[in-house]
């Protein structure tokens, strides 16, 4: 398999996969309450790139729920970080933040959706991942819609599977 790019070298923590190791919590002003896992895949080709894959499935039902898979760039000689990403409801976006150690912040820079992309859409993504010292990967995320404004809508702790 390919050397890691120095580019990415940075971001290395973050390859591999990884299972939520209890059920995430999702919630929003307008939904009700709900518990789900997720599988984070993150690798790379060797190019200045890492590639990932989120799939999360409902708790209970274990159905398949929301999918998402992109790219992150690191712009050469900064902090500066860009998640390129698709989601499966209709939406791809471009978030950019700070890298900062194991931690990663990021707000929506762009966004795009299909034509007939369930209502409500969303307005405004911001994420937060880091490594914690107990070797757990975090993920929070909030989002804004057309109806609400900046909120928590997703939390979520992962261990490493591989
Ligand atoms: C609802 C966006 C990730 C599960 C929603 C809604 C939006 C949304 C706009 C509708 C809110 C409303 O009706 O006011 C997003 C975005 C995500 C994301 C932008 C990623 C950045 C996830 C993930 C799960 C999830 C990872 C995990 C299973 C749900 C569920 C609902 C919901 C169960 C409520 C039922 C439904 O309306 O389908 N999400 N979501 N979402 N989301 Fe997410």
């Known amino acids: 398999s390919a050397e890691l790019n120095p580019a990415v070298l940075p971001l290395d ?12 919590e999702g919630s929003f002003p307008s939904i009700a309450p709900f ?8 690798s790379h080709v060797g190019q200045p ?8 499935f409902h708790a209970e039902s274990k159905k398949p729920l929301h999918r998402e898979c992109g790219f992150i760039r690191l712009q050469p000689g900064t902090n ?19 890298l900062t150690g194991h931690q990663i912040t990021l707000q929506s820079q762009a966004m795009a959706r299909t034509s007939f992309a ?6 405004e993504i911001s994420r937060f ?3 914690r010292p107990d070797g757990r990967l975090e993920q929070t995320v909030s989002m804004a819609t057309e109806n609400h404004p900046l909120t928590q809508h997703l939390h979520i702790t992962y261990r490493r599977a591989s």
């Open 13 to 24: 923590w973050l390859l591999g996969t990884w299972e939520s190791d209890e059920p995430g």
């Open 35 to 42: 518990r789900y896992n997720e599988t984070l895949h993150f």
């Open 49 to 56: 790139v890492i590639n990932f894959m989120f799939n999360a």
């Open 80 to 98: 500066r970080v860009a998640f390129i990403i698709a989601q499966n409801s209709g939406l791809v976006e471009i978030e950019e933040g700070e």
């Open 118 to 123: 369930k209502e409500p859409h969303v307005r």
């Open 129 to 131: 991942f880091q490594l």
